[in-house]
């Protein structure tokens, strides 16, 4: 007889249900508190609208507080469905020992990591904490479900490509303790990676932000995904997706393992804290998007951002995770130069508005004087990636200060024009897309980063299951 994946799960049709109540309960709550939260001062000016930072509508700020209190009051209320079956003999059954205690420990480790991200983000929302000081909390929220990870037997060891593996060999590294054919055992070292996942899905989220409906779609499609995956786990949906997707060969054997045990476990919990994820971003959504009624503020940030660190760690797939990050890989690491000084970051970098037009350009940054020659090089770089879009001034233009530089001197005599940056591109994703399909509206340019997540969901995929041996294990 062969039965649905809801009736072999009964945990999973309550959890369909919580995620259902998720989406109802944002849709209703955002509203109805928006008013006090106006009240109490957590509003923010919607920057990219008539009036902009002088005179743009007010928008309640931080609602990500009330969707992180219903999602945490949800999932704790989750808590006895994925041992209802134990509850219907009469307990306890074979004694305490037979209660599986270490998935109850997993799950409460993820909401106390939870509750932290959201605690630091609604302290940033209202204090605005500096860098250097929201950096550590992220690392300290993750130490609980990183003792569990390892009191589990959490694996340290990373799948190398078969080349690596092979030049490895050739170096006489290849039989060490820590190496075991392509199999590499990273210890501590794999903690630290784990360690600072949390804190780059945290800030990452937050840092692809300014425009309405950006950080709650980004999140959504990365629930989405993660979702995804794990449903692939499940075992009467796995052989069939995977004979689709044509991998279902065992890979050494090792495929077989796939859909049984404690790997199903692992994705059944990852699970049961993304549908409601997803319910929760979709109600917000409904309110987020252009024209936004209310902002998410770094607490839905935060959150969400714990939410897929935890989910991940605890599922051992934080490699698969990383791969949905592809587009806040791009951001951070184009962001780089601002984060860390080498150009300056102003408070926002979030798009500007065309009053005239009504639609968004790329902003900028602007050198008053001419830049230091490392942050012009950098900005070079950039602009021959196609990156940026830099202006320039021209040094011979005839300028009374400028006629006796020493650059001046050394133009006219090499008769070559030699010109200095005068502003570039903020370094962002979403200016990156203004450069090469903009100007457009604030709703269009959210899609469009929406639809980039897509794609970069879809290649992720093909990553991890087409070219399934290198990142094979999680
Ligand atoms: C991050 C970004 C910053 C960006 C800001 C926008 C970095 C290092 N920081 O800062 O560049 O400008 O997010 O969220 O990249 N706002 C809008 N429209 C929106 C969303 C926000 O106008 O759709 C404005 C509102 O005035 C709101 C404010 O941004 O009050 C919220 O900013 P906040 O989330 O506190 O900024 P950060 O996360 O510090
Ligand atoms: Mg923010």
């Known amino acids: 007889l062969t039965q649905t994946p809801l009736q072999k799960f009964p945990a999973l049709q309550a959890n369909i249900g919580f995620a259902l109540l998720a989406f109802v309960g944002a849709c209703w709550v955002v509203p109805k508190v928006g008013e006090s939260f106006v009240n109490k001062g957590l509003k923010g ?59 109850l420990t997993l799950y409460l480790s993820s909401l106390l990591s939870l509750l932290t991200a959201t605690l630091l983000g609604f302290i940033d929302d209202l204090f605005d904490i500096r860098w250097r000081h929201k950096l550590p909390i992220p690392i300290v929220a993750a130490v609980p479900t990183l003792l569990v990870y390892y009191s589990v037997g959490g694996v340290t060891s990373v799948v190398l490509p078969k080349g690596v593996s092979g030049w490895l060999n050739t170096l006489g590294l290849g039989n060490g303790s820590w190496i075991d054919g392509n199999v590499v055992d990273l210890g501590p070292i794999y ?39 794990d449903l692939l786990f499940l075992p009467i949906w796995a052989e069939s997706i995977l004979t689709m997707l044509g991998v279902n060969k065992p890979q050494e054997g090792r ?41 998410p503020g770094d607490t839905f940030c935060y959150f969400t951002g714990m939410a897929f660190g935890a989910v991940a760690i605890q599922g051992h797939f934080s490699k698969t995770l990383i791969l949905f990050f592809i587009p806040q890989i791009f951001n951070f690491i184009l962001s780089c130069p601002q984060l860390f000084g080498l150009v300056e970051c102003p408070r ?33 770089i950039l602009s021959f990636l196609r990156l940026v879009r830099l202006e320039r001034s021209d040094l011979d233009a005839p300028s009374v200060s400028a006629a006796s530089s020493p650059e001046v001197e050394d133009s006219k005599a090499s008769g070559a024009k030699k010109q200095h940056i005068k502003s570039s591109t903020n370094l962002t994703i979403i200016n990156f897309l203004l450069v090469h399909f903009g100007p457009t509206r604030e709703d269009k340019l959210c899609a469009l980063v929406g639809a980039v997540q897509v794609l970069c969901s879809v290649l992720a995929f093909g990553i991890r299951y087409g070219v399934g041996s290198w990142f094979y294990g999680g």
Request: hydrophobic residues 50%; contains cysteine.
């Open 255 to 295: 495929m077989l393992e796939w859909a049984i045990g404690e790997v199903v476990d692992r994705h059944l919990m990852s699970l049961y804290f993304m549908a409601p994820l997803i319910g929760i971003c979709l109600g917000f959504l409904w309110h987020n998007w252009y024209p936004a009624r209310a902002f």
């Open 191 to 229: 903690y630290i990676y784990l360690v600072l996942l949390p804190t780059f899905t945290t800030n990452s989220i937050n840092i692809l932000a300014g425009i309405n409906g950006v950080e709650v779609l980004q999140a959504l499609i990365i629930a989405l995904s993660v979702a995804f995956n």
């Open 348 to 380: 926002h970098r979030l798009p500007s508005f065309d009053e005239a037009t009504g639609l968004l350009n790329p902003s900028r940054v602007i050198f008053e004087k001419r830049p230091p020659k490392r942050t012009a090089i950098v900005l070079e």
């Open 45 to 103: 000016r919607d920057l990219l609208k008539r009036g902009g930072r002088v005179s743009g509508p007010w928008v309640p700020e931080c609602l990500g507080l009330p969707c992180a209190s219903l999602y945490l009051a949800l999932m704790m209320l989750f808590i006895p469905f994925p041992f209802s079956h134990l509850f219907k003999s009469q307990y306890p059954l074979g004694g305490p020992d037979s209660f599986p205690q270490r998935e």
